[in-house]
């Protein structure tokens, strides 16, 4: 990759990489399955410590991408029922359920 560029591992194998159809469910479910703890701080974290000049382009995709998933899960219902994987006590309701209660991630303590 050349400088600032991110790196594409997809393209590196002769595929046309992942488009945002695919890659936007399995990054909802990777925030959502991850365990943060406050992930709108992470995500503000990240935003506020990025140059403005260097959001532009895939950067800013990626981060915008990060912003809409954070925003997105902290919205989720809690449902008895909700999948997680066999053996695992994650799922996007319990993320759900802490950041209902964080007003970092937009939740019922927010201003």
Do not use: H
Request: hydrophobic share 40%; glycine share 12%; with cysteine.
């Amino acid at each position: 990759a050349s400088p600032g560029q991110l790196p594409n591992p997809s393209a590196a194998a002769g595929s046309d990489g992942v488009g945002a159809d695919d890659f936007l469910p399995l990054f909802l479910w990777s925030v959502a399955i991850s365990g943060m703890s406050r992930p709108a701080t992470c995500e503000a974290f990240i935003k506020g410590l990025t140059p403005t000049v260097d959001l532009r382009g895939e950067l800013a995709y990626y981060c915008t991408t990060l912003e809409g998933a954070v925003f997105y899960v902290s919205k989720l219902e809690v449902r008895s029922d909700a999948c997680s994987p066999a053996g695992s006590d994650d799922s996007p309701g319990a993320l759900a359920a802490s950041a209902a209660g964080n007003p970092a991630a937009g939740g019922a303590g927010a201003q």
